[in-house]
């Protein structure tokens, strides 16, 4: 493995080591010898960041993946998470116009996807940022723009329940 074919599988995983080590074992073993120093992977990540963020808006359908991408990458804190998270939010701040599935799933990402929400936007804001009051009030926002259309359903009211339960959980928790 190159120093290229490291920084290819990197970006092909979005630097996820979970996920480099399930797909390709060996490949990842090979690429855990480079022993990539944390200036490398910031740079990496800030790169994969941007990338993704110039992509968010092209597939209207599919904003909600883009999304997740981002939080996910931000949660690995080898970026400048608070500039990233402000980038973010706003972004999130023109997610109203979405429809009901996509709102649905950027909630359920704020909120995270396991049971201890630690996977979600909420955890990554609180704990890497001091944008938790901003980012409630988006949401929040984005939640009335669901709840005024005639097309939320169940899904999108646990969405909204789990997304005010990991941010009670979090903001007392970064606030201790």
């Known amino acids: 493995m190159t120093p290229e074919d490291a920084k290819r599988f990197y970006f092909q995983y979005d630097g996820s080591s979970f996920h480099m080590d399930r797909e390709e074992p060996v490949k990842y073993n090979s690429f855990k010898m480079f022993n990539l120093g944390e200036e490398t992977l910031k740079e990496w990540d800030e790169e994969l960041l941007d990338g993704v963020f110039s992509s968010l808006w092209s597939d209207p359908d599919r904003v909600w993946v883009a999304h997740e991408r981002i939080v996910q990458i931000i949660r690995r804190d080898n970026c400048d998470a608070e500039a ?93």
Request: glycine share 10%; aromatic share 8%; proline share 0%.
């Open 84 to 176: 990233y998270l402000g980038r973010l939010l706003d972004e999130m701040e023109k997610m109203e116009h979405l429809d009901t599935f996509n709102l649905t799933l950027i909630i359920e990402n704020m909120a995270g996807r396991t049971e201890s929400m630690n996977d979600g936007g909420v955890h990554v804001m609180c704990k890497l940022s001091g944008l938790g009051a901003r980012m409630n009030g988006i949401v929040g926002h984005l939640i009335e723009a669901g709840y005024v259309r005639s097309d939320a359903d169940d899904r999108f009211e646990k969405a909204a329940r789990r997304y005010r339960n990991a941010f009670d959980k979090w903001s007392s928790s970064a606030a201790s």
